[in-house]
């Protein structure tokens, strides 16, 4: 004898065999939603805090809102097609409350249901804050120039380095990798940071845009948990002389284009033609062509140009140079050679 099973459902006696989907679906508790939710955030610096790690928040503050209700949700592994509908609202500072709408399918049947998470916003400073505000750094970079003192441009360049190397870290997730403090001191400039590595970075950095030489100078300052804990100073130690710089070599002027291990790739500027020399060379220096003044052609007669003096606009005389062609009425650039009494044309 074969037995027939019943091809109704034991619950609701529909036609079915075995129970029925919807009666299967109405059993099953198909999502369950966390009342409370806690999101950790630095006051200072916005970051977040998952588990034990920080990282930088990267979304507003809705988004963010949404992703933590979301993660307050737990759905069934058969439900299919799922939507979450989320509206919120802040009862207090640091409470938001936040009602969702639940619907799918399961077992080919539609359902819906309601839930409401809390969330908990708390306070803590992140380990980047902590650091900071303990006055926690590794090393420092000096920016520092050979017989002179690194000009306003050279520090602007290695501020903006500095600046720059740590957004992109930072921006790559490299949180410690910050900048504590930007120092202009009387010989030069001071980078405090909280990396060794990225100390490392803006220093050859600096030593590669300015044409600099970088030396690094550990120091011993104690031990952690059996670790040595060094400080490190890179010292980016500028040339004598930079680009832009008229010099004096032999009784003849020559503007530098290029520096770097101790030679200047110097511009003639009484014939135009470009040689190297050795910083050794250049005798004495007249001054930067970035603060070259601006003066009017008077007149030009043979191979003179007639100049008026742009602070006494007394007319002084200039030998005309091959690669510089002014018109009367127009102007050239001049350097003031106080020690030789006379001006130095520069463009
Ligand atoms: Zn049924
Ligand atoms: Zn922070």
């Known amino acids: 004898m074969v037995e027939i099973l019943p091809s109704v459902c034991p619950r609701c006696g529909k036609e079915s065999v075995?129970?029925?989907n919807e009666c299967r679906a109405a059993e099953t508790t198909w999502f369950i939603c966390d009342p409370r939710v806690e999101s950790i955030y630095c006051p200072v610096c916005g970051s977040q805090k998952h588990g034990k790690t920080w990282s930088d928040t990267v979304v507003d503050r809705e988004t963010l809102i949404q992703q933590l209700a979301l993660s307050a949700v737990h759905l069934h592994a058969d439900?299919?097609?799922?939507?979450?509908?989320?509206?919120?609202r802040d009862p207090s500072p640091n409470r938001t409350v936040a009602d969702m709408t639940v619907s799918g399918t399961l077992y080919g049947v539609p359902v819906s249901g309601e839930c409401t998470t809390k969330i908990v916003w708390r306070k803590e400073q992140c380990d980047r804050c902590n650091r900071i505000s303990g006055g926690y750094y590794e090393g420092i970079v000096q920016v520092r120039a050979t017989g002179r003192r690194p000009s306003v441009r050279e520090l602007e360049i290695a501020t903006h380095i500095a600046e720059q190397t740590e957004n992109v870290l930072q921006e790559g997730g490299d949180r410690l990798s910050f900048v504590?403090?930007?120092?202009?001191?009387?010989?030069?400039l001071d980078v405090v940071v909280g990396s060794n590595p990225m100390g490392q970075v803006i220093a050859s950095d600096i030593a590669g845009a300015l044409g600099g030489r970088l030396t690094t100078h550990p120091k011993l300052v104690g031990e952690k948990d059996g670790k040595r804990l060094f400080r490190i100073t890179f010292l980016v130690r500028l040339p004598r002389y930079q680009k832009g710089d008229v010099v004096v070599q032999k009784g003849r002027y020559l503007e530098v284009r290029q520096t770097g291990h101790g030679q200047l790739q110097a511009f003639d500027l009484q014939d135009g033609?470009?040689?190297f020399i050795s910083e050794e060379e250049a005798e004495r220096l007249v001054g930067n062509v970035g603060d070259a003044e601006s003066a009017l052609v008077a007149y030009l007669y043979d191979d003179i140009i007639g100049i008026l003096d742009p602070k006494t606009q007394g007319a002084v005389e200039c030998r005309a140079v091959p690669w510089l062609h002014p018109e009367e009425g127009g102007t050239v650039l001049v350097l003031r050679d106080t020690e030789a009494g006379q001006f130095v044309l520069v463009g």
Request: aromatic share 0%.
């Open 180 to 188: 504590s403090k930007i120092e202009e001191t009387k010989d030069g």
């Open 18 to 20: 075995g129970l029925c």
């Open 273 to 275: 033609t470009v040689r």
């Open 79 to 88: 439900v299919r097609g799922s939507e979450i509908a989320i509206s919120s």
